[in-house]
């Protein structure tokens, strides 16, 4: 069992049964928990986006393997010729801070290492001035204080002042520094940075020094270490990588921190959040402070069961942090949201590639316009101190600096992901402008091209703090742009009066054609209908015309056969009138024979009128021969 107190000095005082730590830290956060710890016994186990520290340790479960990993490395620390150096690497949101500070170093105090039953431990971030602030830190922690501040300004002046920090009871002096990416992402000075590392290197590597020096670092900043080979080297000699917890741990983190308090929580709701972490839907994070807002919301219903419906409406971690976001923001005056914007726009900035990047400032370089720093500074204690945490305050000297502590918020807030959005755009618009006016002047102005009205449309969402980033070249190539743009549109006035005035003209004449083509059409559709008829007569008379031809060609037919027979009868009466004569002329010698018979002998070739005309004739031939 540890023993923690807090002396005069603001220093954190573990006591074990063989060790005694003392902690250092530039950082504030931990004694507001550990006061509000003490003056309130429902006071939440969650830590929240909060790190939990050393004064929480007894509200931190879930990574046992992890931290007898990281002893079990320091233990090492006692082969010779070894650097004592730790390095603790993983995803942004993972927990690291909270292993070093509730875990480790408590660990440290519970199972002591030999000969490092005393210890000094010293905890800082690097902020903007990594080095000012490591100096900050030695002279706090020295007993009694220097006369002669600890200044350092060679590699080897940190292993010289070491003999100021071990009194005659240390016998170790641990530097943890926290969040080792800032040096990455401020904007300082270089050279100060490469004396800060080469001095802890070089501390850490001396073969008779008491001084370790213990990392935390985002993965995704492990490339950037390559600019420095020894401390690329060493940093991965000595990592120890953050795995994620198995469901075992996760379920322990949930339930283990209220297990000796009044409240419990349901199977279901555990179920439901240890399944968000398996699917990655939360970072361990995110699901901390997602249980501590449930503790308040317990807190103030204490009857309220955590059912499946209730889970529904309260929705997962995800729609649990935006709504706290907004409601902190909806909580601001609009001064103080319209400063809030103004300083998200200095803390996260975008590169050239349009990658967001999150430098650490001073808080003199937050004002802005007419932004007195006071009100700068309690917005920032606001944003610092509430359930959000998404600004971060590094204690330095002679003044604070401020990060941005939860960059995944400008993926989970739409309001910050929708002003990311915008910066991004903004931010194109002006790589497009700083080409385009280089064209344009290498071009030597040439007004082709200037922009048109498609892009300088775009000038109207264009924020106004961009447009002092433009150069002077740039503004005149849009000036010019929006000059021939003006000119342009007068010019298009003109023209579209001179076409309106064609176009009546037009219309009248189109009017005029249109009654033309009307009268040619009804014209043309009674030479039609006439055409039609005439066609229709045509063709009945070719009709008639043909019948007529058959019939005269059926009568011709007829004619030549009543020809041929009239021929054939004339014939055949000729052959009678013969046979007559004959007959006639034969009774004349001879005897004269009947009208009887000679009727019988011409019946065949004899029509009656013949029969009758020869028998009239043969009676008055023999009464002229009777005498």
């Given at each position: 069992m540890l023993d923690l107190k807090i002396d005069s000095r603001g220093q954190t005082i573990l006591s074990g049964t063989l060790s005694h730590l003392v902690i250092t830290a530039n950082d504030r956060h931990g004694l507001e928990q550990f006061n509000l710890a003490n003056s309130n016994s429902l006071h939440c186990p969650y830590a929240g986006f909060h790190p939990f520290t050393e004064r929480d340790s007894l509200h931190f479960f879930g990574q046992t393997a992890l931290i007898q990993q990281l002893w079990k490395k320091i233990q090492k620390w006692h082969t010779p010729n070894r650097t004592r150096f730790l390095s603790l690497i993983g995803p942004s949101g993972s927990g690291k801070s909270s292993v070093i500070r509730a875990g480790l170093i408590p660990e440290l105090a519970r199972r002591p290492l030999e000969?490092?039953?005393?210890?000094?431990?010293?905890?800082?971030?690097?902020?903007?001035?990594?080095?000012?602030?490591?100096?900050?830190?030695?002279?706090?922690?020295?007993?009694?204080?220097?006369?002669?501040?600890?200044?350092?300004?060679?590699?080897?002046?940190?292993?010289?002042?070491?003999?100021?920090?071990?009194?005659?009871?240390?016998?170790?002096?641990?530097?943890?520094?926290?969040?080792?990416?800032?040096?990455?992402?401020?904007?300082?000075?270089?050279?100060?940075?490469?004396?800060?590392?080469?001095?802890?290197?070089?501390?850490?590597?001396?073969?008779?020094?008491?001084?370790?020096?213990?990392?935390?670092?985002?993965?995704?900043?492990?490339?950037?270490?390559?600019?420095?080979?020894?401390?690329?080297?060493?940093?991965?000699?000595?990592?120890?990588?953050?795995?994620?917890?198995s469901l075992q741990d996760v379920h322990q983190a949930i339930t283990a921190p209220v297990k000796n308090t009044e409240f419990a929580w349901e199977a279901v709701m555990v179920r439901h959040f240890?399944?968000?972490?398996?699917?990655?839907?939360?970072?361990?994070?995110?699901?901390?402070?997602?249980?501590s807002q449930l503790w308040q919301r317990r807190q103030k219903n204490p009857h309220q069961a955590m059912d499946d419906l209730t889970l529904t409406h309260i929705g997962g971690s995800k729609a649990i942090i935006e709504r706290s976001l907004q409601q902190h923001y909806d909580q601001l005056t609009t001064e103080e949201q319209a400063r809030f914007w103004r300083i998200i726009s200095q803390l996260m900035r975008l590169d050239e590639q349009g990658q967001p990047t999150y430098p650490v400032l001073r808080l003199s370089q937050l004002c802005y316009g007419m932004d007195r720093q006071v009100d700068i500074f309690l917005l920032l204690q606001r944003l610092h101190r509430e359930d959000w945490q998404l600004i971060r305050l590094v204690s330095e000297q002679p003044e604070l600096s401020v990060q941005i502590s939860r960059p995944i918020f400008f993926d989970q807030w739409p309001l910050l992901r929708r002003w990311q959005q915008q910066q991004q755009q903004c931010l194109l618009l002006r790589q497009v402008v700083a080409y385009d006016a280089q064209q344009w002047e290498r071009s030597q102005r040439a007004p082709g091209y200037l922009w048109t009205t498609g892009r300088l449309a775009l000038l109207a969402e264009f924020p106004q703090q961009y447009r002092q980033h433009i150069k002077a070249a740039q503004e005149s190539f849009l000036e010019a742009s929006q000059i021939r743009q003006h000119r342009f549109k007068k010019m298009r006035l003109l023209l579209w009066a001179g076409i309106g005035v064609l176009l009546f003209g037009l219309v009248g004449e189109i009017y005029h054609l249109t009654l033309k083509i009307e009268t040619l059409y009804v014209a043309q559709s009674e030479l039609n209908r006439y055409s039609d008829t005439l066609k229709q007569d045509r063709d009945f008379a070719f009709e008639r015309a043909f019948q007529a031809q058959l019939a005269t060609q059926t009568l011709q037919e007829e004619l030549q056969k009543a020809r041929h027979e009239t021929q054939k009868l004339w014939q055949d009466q000729q052959e009678a009138q013969r046979t007559l004569d004959e007959l006639l002329e034969s009774r004349l010698n001879q005897r004269k024979p009947s009208a009887q018979v000679l009727a019988r002998q011409c019946a065949t070739y004899c029509t009656p009128e013949m029969l009758s005309a020869t028998e009239s004739k043969i009676n008055r031939q023999s009464q002229t021969a009777k005498p």
């Open positions: 000969q490092w039953r005393y210890l000094r431990v010293l905890i800082m971030q690097p902020g903007s001035q990594p080095l000012a602030t490591l100096n900050h830190l030695l002279n706090q922690a020295t007993t009694p204080r220097p006369l002669d501040p600890i200044k350092i300004t060679q590699a080897d002046d940190l292993l010289n002042y070491l003999p100021k920090l071990l009194d005659a009871y240390t016998e170790q002096v641990i530097l943890y520094v926290d969040q080792w990416e800032q040096l990455y992402h401020s904007q300082q000075d270089p050279v100060a940075t490469t004396l800060f590392i080469n001095s802890l290197l070089h501390a850490a590597s001396a073969a008779h020094s008491r001084f370790s020096v213990i990392i935390t670092l985002d993965s995704e900043a492990l490339a950037r270490l390559q600019h420095h080979a020894l401390l690329y080297q060493t940093c991965i000699q000595n990592a120890v990588l953050m795995t994620p917890l240890i399944n968000e972490y398996k699917m990655r839907l939360c970072t361990l994070a995110e699901l901390q402070f997602t249980l």
